[in-house]
């Protein structure tokens, strides 16, 4: 089961066979080109050379060459990837305004929805799991109870945004802007938080696990004394955090129990508003949290 909580590695969905055929494509043509040239002019060195009949049999010839043959090979792949960014274009195009759209519940699982305008969106209970938000634009939005497991969201805009009990376990949220952001209750559990700006967030009773906060912006001692206090367990915390007694692992003895809660127990200090999305055992929590305590930060 550790399988589930190994520290997430950040990868970002793109279109690699666009990036490769754009660069590609050029080049093929430029080589195509250079190849006919110099055959050209061999065929001219050689027409010096050659009688009537020969000159008409080798034009024949060199009209029916491997040269052109893959001349119209490389248009085609061209005009191929001309099409496909063409068709990618018009449908970021057609996705990039939903600026107070209702997603209420919404089934947007592994979605490009890059540079998206999503303010205001209510965006509920969505499933946006592994998702690509870079750069998208949630000010205001609602994605209370959203599950955002494993998404990208660097360089995203949450100000304002309530992400109350949301799901944001393995997330990318490097740079991220969640100022004011309401987090309480949410799981954040092995994210990348660095460069991420925390000022005046609301992180009253969310899962702080296995993270490393050292390089996040704002984060002021108030925010993890709250009440309900967010849940600590194996954080690497600021430098201040050392002048006020913050233990980093405070709530271990907790994590557990929280992550192998049942939907029905919410409420408490000891499950608080986590969603269950876990499935697994006491036992396997237990050996998740073993094996955790192991790793030792930089």
Not at 93 to 116: M, P, Q, T, Y
Not at 254 to 261: M, R, V
Request: overall charge negative.
């Amino acid at each position: 089961m550790w399988t589930r909580f190994k520290w997430w590695g950040a990868t970002i969905k793109n279109n690699k066979l666009l990036v490769m055929g754009a660069i590609a494509t050029p080049v093929l043509l430029s080589m195509v080109w250079g190849i006919k040239l110099i055959w050209d002019h061999r065929l001219e060195l050689d027409d010096d050379r050659l009688s009537h009949n020969e000159r008409g049999t080798l034009a024949h010839q060199q009209g029916e060459s491997p040269i052109g043959n893959l001349g119209i090979i490389a248009t085609g792949v061209a005009g191929l990837f001309v099409l496909l960014n063409l068709r990618f274009a018009s449908r970021d195009a057609e996705i990039a305004d939903l600026s107070g759209a209702d997603l209420n519940c919404a089934d947007l699982k592994d979605s490009n929805l890059s540079k998206a305008d999503l303010s205001g969106a209510d965006l509920n209970c969505a499933n946006l799991s592994g998702a690509n938000l870079r750069y998208a634009n949630l000010r205001y939005a609602n994605l209370s109870g959203a599950d955002l497991s494993g998404a990208d969201l660097s360089d995203t805009d949450f100000t304002y945004a309530n992400l109350n009990s949301a799901s944001l376990r393995y997330t990318n949220l490097s740079g991220a802007d969640l100022r004011y952001a309401n987090l309480s209750n949410a799981d954040i559990n092995c994210a990348l938080l660095s460069g991420a700006n925390l000022s005046d967030a609301n992180l009253s009773g969310a899962l702080l696990f296995f993270l490393n906060l050292r390089e996040v912006e704002n984060l002021e001692p108030p925010q993890l004394e709250a009440k309900p206090s967010p849940f600590l367990c194996h954080v690497a915390l600021p430098p201040y955090s050392q002048k006020l007694d913050l233990d980093p692992n405070r709530d271990c003895h907790l994590i557990p129990q929280l992550l192998s809660a049942p939907r029905t127990r919410r409420g408490t200090k000891s499950s608080g508003a986590l969603r269950d999305r876990y499935d697994i055992s006491l036992k396997e929590a237990q050996e998740i949290l073993n094996e955790v305590r192991r790793h030792q930060w930089d």
